[in-house]
């Protein structure tokens, strides 16, 4: 018996297919694949009866962040010997010791009062932006910054999506994938 090699694709919650990456053997029942399988149950079921058949197989979703904790939990189900994915991006970790700074996020959303001075640090694809401006106004969703007749607006988010540290605090935005898109720094200036 000729070892195949398949490869698993997850590519929704309800969307799942079995390459055969080996050949196109017209013969075989997996030949070039099983293609549009609508349930875990089933793809899990083709892929055992490929395991125990002797083959091997490995699982994907080309790398879509999305559907990556799904992927995993067919990798540990059929005991693959695969890495896993990274289901996450790694949580900002805050860092904040000195005292009189946020140490939290509740802390960071009182620490703006009206009249804080705060060097505001944009990161977007290739472009940096950075000024020295102001608190002007301050909402339980945001906060308002004023420099030179120009106000700026600037959402709290969730907590999760702050990381904190004796210069300042620093905003991640992510995309559906999980990828980062942007990220807003707020350092702290003296008074």
Same mark, same amino acid.
């Given at each position: 018996?000729?070892?195949?090699? $398949? #490869? &698993?694709?997850?590519?929704?919650?309800? /969307?799942?297919?079995? %390459?055969?990456?080996?050949?196109?053997?017209?013969?075989?029942?997996?030949?070039?694949?099983?293609?549009?399988?609508?349930?875990?149950?089933?793809?899990? +079921? $083709?892929?055992?009866?490929?395991? %125990?058949?002797?083959?091997?197989?490995?699982?994907?979703?080309?790398?879509?962040?999305? $559907?990556?904790?799904?992927?995993?939990?067919?990798?540990?189900? &059929? *005991?693959?010997?695969?890495? &896993?994915?990274? @289901?996450?991006? +790694?949580?900002?970790?805050? #860092?904040?010791?000195?005292?009189?700074?946020?140490? #939290?996020?509740? @802390? &960071?959303?009182?620490?703006?009062?009206?009249?804080?001075?705060?060097?505001?640090?944009?990161?977007? %694809?290739?472009?940096?932006? #950075?000024?020295?401006?102001?608190?002007?106004?301050?909402?339980?969703? *945001?906060? $308002?910054?004023?420099?030179? %007749?120009?106000? /700026?607006?600037? @959402?709290?988010?969730?907590?999760?999506?702050? /990381?904190?540290?004796?210069?300042?605090?620093?905003?991640?935005?992510?995309?559906? +994938?999980?990828?980062?898109?942007? /990220?807003?720094?707020? @350092?702290?200036?003296?008074?």
């Amino acid at each position: 018996m000729t070892i195949k090699q $398949y #490869t &698993l694709i997850v590519d929704g919650d309800k /969307s799942f297919s079995i %390459s055969n990456d080996t050949d196109a053997d017209p013969v075989s029942d997996y030949s070039p694949g099983i293609w549009g399988i609508k349930s875990q149950a089933k793809a899990l +079921e $083709y892929a055992h009866r490929l395991i %125990s058949g002797g083959h091997q197989l490995t699982v994907t979703d080309y790398d879509n962040a999305r $559907y990556h904790t799904l992927a995993n939990r067919f990798i540990r189900e &059929l *005991g693959l010997k695969q890495p &896993l994915f990274a @289901e996450t991006p +790694e949580a900002p970790r805050n #860092t904040a010791t000195k005292p009189g700074i946020p140490h #939290t996020f509740a @802390e &960071l959303k009182r620490f703006f009062a009206v009249g804080t001075k705060v060097r505001v640090i944009n990161y977007a %694809s290739q472009t940096t932006q #950075t000024r020295d401006t102001t608190v002007a106004r301050v909402q339980t969703n *945001g906060i $308002y910054t004023f420099r030179q %007749s120009i106000q /700026s607006w600037l @959402e709290w988010g969730k907590a999760t999506d702050w /990381s904190l540290d004796d210069a300042g605090a620093t905003h991640f935005w992510l995309d559906r +994938e999980g990828h980062l898109t942007h /990220s807003c720094r707020l @350092e702290y200036l003296p008074a």
